[in-house]
């Protein structure tokens, strides 16, 4: 088969473009903004489920207290119907974050602390809290959040 100066074209054509995205991948792992970037951004998403995680329990509480008259632990939430399966036992772990709750009558509190596991691995590294007192996440870079930790997102 002979090759037209077409072919040849093309062919050179293909072979600069595949050279191209190598030297950008290439030149991307070694920057701070290249493959750096993915590892970073599955551990924002894993703190936002963290969080999403809490809204959601705080909502449950909320509901078990206007229509129960007190606040549950997880299993008395997923009972009733507030929460899913995935949240059943006295500390669920969701995509590597490990959630305790303390409840009564009065009020409620729940930390989110990574802890990965095999089945539930995590990059997230902060350490979230949500109480009854006020509907804000709080969070701690180094230790389990408290009360006194600064509020997400100020």
């Known amino acids: 088969m002979r090759m037209t100066r077409e072919d040849v074209r093309s062919l050179c054509l293909c072979g600069l473009l595949i050279c191209a ?10 920057s701070s903004e290249g493959l750096g970037v993915y590892p970073k951004a599955v551990g924002a998403a894993d703190e936002g489920s963290a969080i999403q995680a809490l809204r959601t329990i705080a909502s449950a509480e909320t509901q ?23 949240f059943a036992g006295p500390t669920p772990n969701l995509k590597g974050y490990l959630f305790t709750l303390t ?12 802890q990965p596991t095999m089945t539930q691995p995590t990059t997230g590294i902060r350490h979230f809290y949500l109480d009854s007192s006020e509907n804000a996440v709080r969070a701690n870079p180094n230790q389990p959040a408290s009360r006194t930790d600064p509020i997400v997102g100020s």
């Open 64 to 86: 078990m207290k206007v229509t129960r008259g007190s606040y549950g632990d997880f299993d008395a939430l997923v009972q009733a119907g507030y929460l899913d399966q995935r």
């Open 103 to 114: 409840a009564s009558d009065a009020g409620f509190s729940v930390n989110a602390d990574p």
């Open 21 to 30: 995205f190598l030297l950008v991948s290439c030149s991307a792992g070694n």
